[in-house]
């Protein structure tokens, strides 16, 4: 992939999260008018760094919950510094408790992984794809109704190879 290619692939990302979050909103908004605050849409983005079995974790979500289901668009990466990586994009569907300053969930769905390699400062070129099945688990600590701080687990199984990690993250949206 050339820079521009890359650069176009960031773009589309960062519009239909945009698009995400605008949907998930206006429907928050239609939600409160008719139910308790228990009931009501809520929605967030996660992002996170931490470990993974092949060296650096990466996972990042845009995450929408109604009651105790929870929707969710999620992205993990597992790879080594200037070696083979592993990455995933896919669609989950979970429980969660109700909107509290204590989160957590459990999901599970369906993904593309791709496998791919780096050497020194090259971007990563992705040499092969595969269907994935994504498990992720959620514990946050919400200080507030629109932060969080907490850790996402995340297994990815596929035929290129199983990913296992665990990232710190933050939560930003509308958590309570």
Request: hydrophobic letters at 40%; charged letters at 15%; one cysteine or more.
């Amino acid at each position: 992939m050339n820079h521009e290619q890359v650069r176009r692939k960031i773009i589309e990302g960062h519009l239909l999260i945009g698009f995400l979050l605008v949907f998930a909103y206006s429907f928050s908004l239609h939600a409160q008018s008719k139910t308790d605050s228990t009931e009501r849409v809520h929605f967030w983005a996660n992002l996170g760094f931490g470990a993974a079995s092949r060296g650096l974790a990466a996972n990042g979500s845009i995450n929408i919950q109604y009651s105790q289901l929870l929707f969710t668009i999620h992205s993990s990466s597992d790879s080594k510094f200037f070696g083979e990586s592993l990455g995933n994009y896919g669609m989950l569907i979970g429980i969660t408790n109700r909107a509290s300053r204590f989160h957590y969930s459990f999901s599970a769905g369906i993904a593309s992984v791709q496998r791919g390699e780096s050497k020194y400062l090259d971007p990563i070129r992705y040499t092969s794809r595969r269907v994935g099945f994504p498990l992720e688990a959620q514990i946050f600590i919400r200080p507030t109704h629109f932060f969080g701080v907490g850790i996402c687990a995340f297994l990815v199984l596929s035929q290129l190879g199983n990913m296992v990690g665990f990232t710190i993250s933050v939560q930003l949206g509308s958590l309570m």
